[in-house]
């Protein structure tokens, strides 16, 4: 998680939070880990780590690459899953990890078992709960009501019931929790 912590730690994408400026992915993975063990204290390790390299240098590999149309999105979320897993795989091969660690953690970060799995449900939730909590508002100013209520819906939908009742708990401006009242409603 160190190794996992240096590489986030060179996004050249800063963060202000308390008036202090952060690398963007380094919060994020923070952040992750902290809903993480928020949802389920005893986390295993595997889970620990898929939830601190999910979003390892992903500043690398820009959107702005692929079209910017769903497509293009889809097959940026696929290379991205592929890249982290990957990198999380080789930090891991390099601290020793056996090949069953490291495949039990690329399982999770592909979260292809969801709804198959406790770990990748509470890894998806701490997803859900980072976006709500930190990137549900920029998002909305940006998109049309009708478009963010079906993101939401989607958003709500991957979420456990434990994960649903934290995000009730959030606290959101009223045009979020708005938005996410009559989204779920």
């Known amino acids: 998680m160190a190794r996992i912590d240096q590489l986030n730690g060179e996004d050249p994408n800063q963060e202000v939070v308390g008036g202090i400026a952060h690398p963007r992915e380094l919060l994020y993975a923070q952040r992750l880990t902290d809903w993480v063990l928020r949802l389920v204290p005893d986390a295993s390790e595997a889970l620990r780590i898929a939830a601190r390299g999910q979003h390892v240098r992903r500043w690398?590999?820009?959107?702005?690459?692929?079209p910017m149309n769903r497509q293009g999105y889809l097959r940026w979320r696929e290379t991205l899953k592929t890249f982290h897993a990957q990198t999380v795989g080789g930090l891991m091969r390099e601290a020793g990890y056996a090949d069953d660690d490291i495949q039990r953690v690329q399982r999770l970060m592909s979260k292809r078992e969801l709804g198959k799995d406790s770990d990748t449900q509470v890894l998806?939730?701490?997803?859900?709960l980072v976006f709500i909590q930190t990137q549900f508002s920029d998002l909305r100013r940006k998109t049309a009501a009708e478009k963010m209520q079906e993101v939401v819906r989607k958003t709500w939908q991957k979420m456990s019931a434990q994960a649903r009742a934290e995000a009730a708990r959030l606290a959101l401006?009223?045009?979020?929790r708005a938005i996410i009242q009559r989204a779920v409603l």
């Open 60 to 66: 690398t590999i820009p959107r702005g690459r692929y």
């Open 124 to 128: 998806e939730d701490a997803l859900c």
């Open 173 to 176: 401006t009223a045009e979020d």
